[in-house]
C-alpha cells in the first residue's frame, strides 16, 4: 500500500511540474507578451523596452524559464505583472474561495444526487412493466441535467435568479457584509455558482448510485435479509446503501480535484472571485508567472483529488494497489 | 504680455462651479457600479487600463479637467492660467486652501513632483509618452506655492489640455520611493487603502480582491456645487467587479447595480429598452459614438516581399475599392442592429469640433470598386467570379480581427461577404486581443486588420502618434524614420503646423486639409460609427452623461442616488 500511494505521490509531483512548465511556456509562446497588452499601442518603443526589461520579458525563453525553475525550487513562485503582488499570495486567497465554491457543490450534489439514486435504484420496475414512475422521472431528470454543462446551468440559475429576485445573480459577498466569515449573505451567494456546478454532478450522482444500488439490491445478502423479514427501507437505506458505494467512493476524490480546478466557467459568469478567474485574468494579460502559478495550483487540486480517489480504492480493493 | 485662457469658476466658496449641479440634489448614499475588470495598481503611473484610470479619477484630481459634454478644457486644481505670446509657457495660478485627502496642503511643489514622478526612468510610467508635445518634454517650475510655469519646447496649441491626463500626486506620501527608485511598485494593490491619499472626490477605503472597491465621500474634496456646498454628494460609491457583461445587465436590470462603467453592446439594447419601460432603469442615448470600425493593411515598405501579391496588396485602388465595395449602411445594419451611422473618415460627427462636414463620402459602388481593381490588375480571368492577378493567381488576403468583440466578428464578415461581391477572397481570422495588437503593433506580421482603436482625445494635437509618420500608432506603417509616402509627408507638414497653430480657425482649416488628404488615400478605411447608449438605475440623480468614456462617471463628484 504505502509503496503505491509513494508512486502516485511522485507521478502528482511530476504532473504538477509538467503542468505548470508547459502552461508557462505556451503563454510565453501564445503571440504578444504583458507589456504590449497593458502599455497599449501608443506606447513609444522606448518605453515598450524599459518595461520589458523590467519584468525579464526582453530575455530569451529559454533563460526566462531557468529563472523561473531557480525560483520555483527555492518555492519562490514570482511576481505577477498584473498584480503586482506575490504569485504566492495571489493563490491561496483565490483559492480558498474556489474551494468555498467547491465544497458547497459537493455537499449539494451529495446530498442530492445520492438518495435519487437509492430511490431509482431500489424502485426498478418490475418484469410486467408495472411500478413506480419515480425512477422514470429521477432518470429522466438526471439525463437532462448530465447533458448540460455548467455553463448553461449556470445561466439558467442566473436568469432565475434575476427573475425571481430570490438570490443574489453574481459576486461573493454583498457591499456592507462582513469580507470574511460563514455569513448567510455568503450562503445566498453561494446558490447560483454551487447549485450550478452541483446540478450536474448530482445527476451523474444519480446515475452511478442507481446502478451500484440495483446491482446490491439484488446480491444474495440482501435478499437473504429480506426474506428474514427485515424492513425493506432499512435494508436498502442501510446494508444496500453501504454496499453500493463504491463507484461514488471512486469517483469522489477525482471530482474534488475536477471541481477545484475546473470551476473556471461558473466563476466568471458569477463573478466568483477564485482561481479560475485570477487565471483568466492571467491569461487575458499574458501573466505568464500568475499563468503557471494558477495552473500548478489546479493541477495540485487535480493530482490530490485523484491521488484521494487512488487511495481509496486501493483501501477498498486492495488488488488495485498490487505491481 | 500673455493671454487669459480661463477664469476661476463662479463659486464663492473657494472651488469651481460644476456642470448644471441642481439646487435639491439627494445626498448620501451608495452608488454601485461595475466594472469588467480588476484594478492592476492604486496608481495611474503604473497601469493603464480603465479599472485603474477609474480608481484614479475617484481619488485624485488633475490641474484641468477636459469637460466631456462640452468638450472643452476646464479649471481645477489650476483654478486660471495664462498663455505667454510665443505659445510655450503656460503660467497657471493654483487654488488656494486646496488640502489632500490626510489633510495636507496642496502647493506647486506636489505639482513638480508629479511630473518628476511621471518622467523618472525608473518608475518606466506610460503617462510619460502622453505628457509630451511633439515628441518633447515638458519643463514644470514652481514659481511660488501657488503658482507653476509649464513650458513647452515648441508652440503647443492644445496647450493644458495635455494636462487632463495627469493625476497630482501627493509629495509628502511617495517621495521617498520616488528617491529610492521604487515609484512604479507603490500604491499597489497590496497597499492598504489609508495609504492611497488624494485630492479626488473619493478616498478609497476597501479592496476586497475579486469583488469589490468601496470609496467613502472624501471630506477634504475642493470642488463645492453651485450653493456653495460640499461635494461629492454620495457617501460612498461602491465599484463591483463583475467580468461577464450578461450578469452585469442582469444585476442592473435587477437593481442590484446602479450603473456600469461603460456604454452597452447593440444586443444589449432591446432587453434593456423593455427594463427602460417598466421604469426599473433609465436608458440615455448619447449619440454617434467618438470611434468607429476601420480596417488598414501593412503599408510598411517590403512588408510582402517575395510575396507575389504585393504588386497590388499594398496599393490604394485596393483600399479604395473596399471602400466603395462595402456598403456602410448595411453594415451600422447589421453590425450594430441600426444603432449605428456609416463614417467615411477618423473623425466622427460626434467630435464637433474638428469634424468636417464637407470630407468626400465614398458612395456604395460596385462597379467603380471592380475599376478600382481593374486598374491594378485584378480582373475574372476565368469567369468564375473571383479576380486573378496577370498570372491567374486569385485576388485574396487574410484580415485579422479580435476574438471575443461580437461587433467585429460581425463586421469581418459583412466585409467578407460585401468583398466576395466584387470577386475577392477574405480569409477572416479571428485572434485574441493581445496576439492581435502584438501582430501589428509588434511583429508586422499581418495582410490586414480590422479593429477599432479609440482615440486619446478629440483634439488631433493629442493624437499624434496617429497622425505623424512617426508615430507609435500610426496604424499602417508604425514609426517611420522617413515617411515613406509623399502623401503622408503632406501630412506630417500639416499637422506640425496645426500642432503649434494658435490660432483655433486655422487650425480647424489646416486639419479640414489633414483629412482630405488622408480619405484620398485611405491608408485606414472607416465604415459605422456606432451610437452609444448607457443604461443606469432609476434610482440615479444629477446624471451628466457624455459621450467619451467614462460616460456616466467623467464628474463622480456631482452624481446622487435618491434614497
Known sequence: MVPYIARRLIFAVFLVFAVSSSSLILARLAGGDYVTESLGIEAHAATVEQARARYGLDKSMGAQYRDWLGRVVRLDLGRSLLYDRPVSDLIPERAANTAILAFTALLFATLIGLPLGVVAGSRRRGPGGAGDVIPGVIRATSLILLSMPPLLTSLFLIFVAARTGWMPIAGMRSPGEPATGLTLDLLRHLIVPAGALALPLAAMFERLQAQAMAEAIGAPFVLATLARGVPRSRVVWRDALKASLRPIAAVYGIVIGTLLSGSFVVEVITAWPGLGRLMLDALRARDVFLVAGCAGAGSIFLALGSLLSDAALALVDPRVAEP | ?563
Open chain 2, 1 to 563: 504680455m500673455g493671454a487669459a485662457c480661463s477664469s476661476p469658476g463662479t463659486s464663492t466658496t473657494g472651488g469651481p462651479a460644476t456642470n448644471g449641479a441642481a439646487l435639491g440634489v439627494p445626498r448620501g448614499g451608495n452608488l454601485v457600479v461595475s466594472v469588467r475588470n480588476e484594478p492592476r495598481s492604486f496608481s495611474r503611473l503604473a497601469a493603464r487600463e480603465t479599472t485603474t484610470d477609474l480608481l484614479s479619477n475617484l481619488t485624485q484630481a488633475k490641474l484641468v479637467r477636459i469637460n466631456k459634454v462640452t468638450l472643452e478644457v476646464e479649471p481645477a486644481l489650476a483654478e486660471s492660467w495664462i498663455r505667454s505670446d510665443d505659445g510655450r509657457r503656460y503660467t497657471l495660478k493654483l487654488r488656494p486652501g486646496v488640502v489632500f485627502s490626510d489633510g495636507q496642503p496642496f502647493t506647486s511643489a506636489d505639482v513638480v513632483f508629479t511630473f518628476k514622478a511621471v518622467y523618472d526612468e525608473k518608475t518606466g510610467s506610460s503617462l510619460a509618452d502622453s505628457l509630451q508635445a511633439n515628441g518633447k518634454r515638458l519643463r514644470v517650475t514652481a514659481i511660488d506655492p501657488l503658482t507653476v510655469e509649464i513650458a513647452f519646447a515648441d508652440p503647443f496649441a492644445a496647450g493644458v489640455r495635455l494636462l487632463d491626463n495627469l493625476p497630482i500626486l501627493p509629495r509628502h506620501k511617495l517621495e521617498a520611493a520616488l528617491d529610492a527608485g521604487k515609484l512604479g511598485e507603490a500604491w499597489n494593490l497590496s497597499t492598504p487603502p489609508s495609504e492611497i491619499v488624494g485630492l479626488g472626490p473619493f478616498v478609497l477605503s476597501a479592496y476586497i480582491p475579486g469583488q469589490r472597491l468601496v470609496f467613502d465621500r472624501n471630506p477634504r474634496y475642493f470642488r463645492k456645487a453651485p450653493d456653495g456646498s460640499a461635494l461629492p454628494y454620495l457617501d460612498r460609491l461602491t465599484i463591483e467587479i463583475i467580468p461577464d457583461q450578461s450578469a452585469e445587465l442582469l444585476r442592473l436590470e435587477a437593481g442590484q447595480i446602479d450603473m456600469t462603467h461603460s456604454e452597452i453592446l447593440p444586443e444589449a439594447y432591446a432587453p434593456l429598452k423593455r427594463a427602460a419601460d417598466a421604469g426599473r432603469i433609465k436608458l440615455v442615448d448619447l449619440g454617434v459614438g467618438l470611434d468607429a470600425n476601420s480596417l488598414w493593411f501593412n503599408l510598411k515598405p517590403g512588408a510582402f516581399a517575395g510575396d507575389p501579391r504585393a504588386a497590388w496588396l499594398q496599393r490604394d485602388e485596393l483600399r479604395q475599392a473596399i471602400s466603395l465595395a462595402v456598403d456602410r449602411q448595411l453594415m451600422a445594419d447589421t453590425v450594430y442592429l441600426g444603432a449605428a451611422a456609416p463614417v467615411f473618415g477618423p473623425i466622427t460627427p460626434a467630435n464637433k469640433t474638428w469634424y468636417w462636414a464637407g470630407l468626400p463620402k465614398t458612395p456604395h459602388d460596385i462597379e467603380a470598386a471592380k475599376r478600382k481593381l481593374a486598374a491594378i490588375g485584378l480582373t475574372d480571368r476565368t469567369g468564375d467570379g473571383t479576380l486573378e492577378d496577370a498570372r491567374g493567381r486569385p485576388a485574396q488576403f487574410t484580415l485579422l480581427t479580435r476574438t471575443g468583440r461580437p461587433d467585429l466578428e460581425r463586421g469581418a464578415a459583412v466585409i467578407r461577404d460585401e468583398m466576395k461581391k466584387i470577386g475577392v477572397v477574405v480569409n477572416v481570422v479571428t485572434l485574441e486581443a493581445g496576439a492581435l495588437v502584438d501582430r501589428f503593433a509588434n511583429t508586422g506580421k499581418y495582410e490586414a486588420v480590422y479593429y477599432s482603436p479609440i482615440a486619446s482625445d478629440t483634439d488631433p494635437a493629442l493624437n499624434p502618434d496617429f497622425w505623424f509618420s512617426f508615430g507609435s500608432a500610426h496604424l499602417w506603417n508604425m514609426a517611420q524614420k522617413m515617411p515613406a509616402t509623399d502623401w503622408e509627408r503632406r501630412i506630417d507638414e500639416l499637422m506640425a503646423k496645426q500642432i503649434a497653430s494658435p490660432d483655433e480657425s486655422e487650425r480647424k482649416k489646416l486639419f479640414d486639409e489633414v483629412q482630405q488628404v488622408f480619405v484620398e488615400h485611405e491608408p485606414v478605411v472607416y465604415f459605422a460609427a456606432p451610437r452609444v447608449y448607457v443604461a443606469v438605475s432609476s434610482r440615479v440623480t444629477n446624471l451628466t452623461p457624455a459621450i467619451s468614456r467614462p460616460q456616466t462617471l467623467w464628474e463622480p463628484d456631482t452624481l446622487a442616488v435618491n434614497k
